[in-house]
């Protein structure tokens, strides 16, 4: 399967990269089989997330699923972006190989050990 032009798009131009300055949580998971690791940063006022940052660390669509993420919650409530799946992610980057779907799950992994942090 070739990746789209959106997940080239976002590997080229990643959205949201670095650290967040003055973040409420800061979250770093590693995927224990392949080593990609993910960091996410979050501000988050009231149960609204009003700021995400990532650090990818490992193989391309870590990079790609953590530009996508931020994308997808930033704005959201806690709530909201707890209900955001695997699946949704995986078509946001417009597909990834079975073979890569891990990075999806290692993303939302990381946001649901972010929010429960908070």
């Known amino acids: 399967m070739p990746y789209s032009q959106i997940f080239t798009d976002h590997l080229e131009n990643p959205r949201n990269g670095g650290e967040l300055e003055n973040a409420d949580v800061v979250v770093e998971e590693t995927n224990p089989v392949c080593g990609d690791r993910l960091r996410l940063s979050l501000r988050i006022n009231k149960g609204m997330i009003e700021a995400a940052r990532f650090l990818a660390y490992g193989c391309p669509p870590v990079l790609v699923c953590g530009s996508a993420l931020t994308e997808l919650i930033q704005g959201k409530t806690t709530e909201e972006a707890l ?18 779907q891990h990075a999806a799950a290692l993303a939302i992994e990381t946001l649901r050990v972010a929010i429960e942090k908070k």
């Open 83 to 100: 209900l955001v799946t695997r699946k949704q992610l995986v078509e946001s980057v417009g597909g990834l190989p079975l073979r890569k």
